[in-house]
């Protein structure tokens, strides 16, 4: 009975997530995104999903690992550096793209549970 009120639970928290607005990235500013933990996806231009993650600061994560980071700071820059073969691609790549987060409060511990959860469901291109 506890497994069938987690998964009740993740469900539901996925389709918040679904709900929420997507922004594209070139009109997206440092300030729209919240600092509070959360989980996040990043969009191909053909809205593919390209990316799920989660973190304990929704801004530090996105903008300035992801977005204005490099290979070193963010998995998914280092993942997008394999396939596009340079940063400067990568950063033309992730410009076009369109994301969607959602801060949420929970334990460490169960933010990650519901990232693996969005991973199985959702069946992002990068997430192993």
């Not at 639970?9 to 389709?15: D, G, M, P, R």
């Not at 969009?43 to 989660?54: C, D, F, I, Q, R």
Request: charged residues 30%; aromatic residues 10%; contains cysteine.
């Amino acid at each position: 009975m506890k497994f069938q009120k987690r998964i009740e639970k993740f469900s539901e928290i996925l389709q918040k997530f679904l709900s929420t607005d997507i922004f594209k990235v070139a009109n997206l500013r440092r300030r729209d995104i919240p600092e509070e933990q959360g989980i996040y996806a990043i969009y191909s231009p053909e809205n593919k999903l390209v990316y799920v993650g989660s973190t304990s600061n929704l801004r530090s994560r996105i903008y300035t690992n992801h977005l204005k980071g490099n290979a070193r700071s963010s998995t998914l820059r280092r993942k997008l550096v394999k396939r596009l073969k340079s940063e400067e691609e990568v950063s033309r790549f992730l410009e076009s793209c369109s994301i969607r987060f959602l801060a949420v409060e929970m334990s460490e511990r169960e933010l990650k549970s519901i990232e693996h959860f969005f991973i199985a469901i959702l069946n992002p291109l990068l997430n192993d």
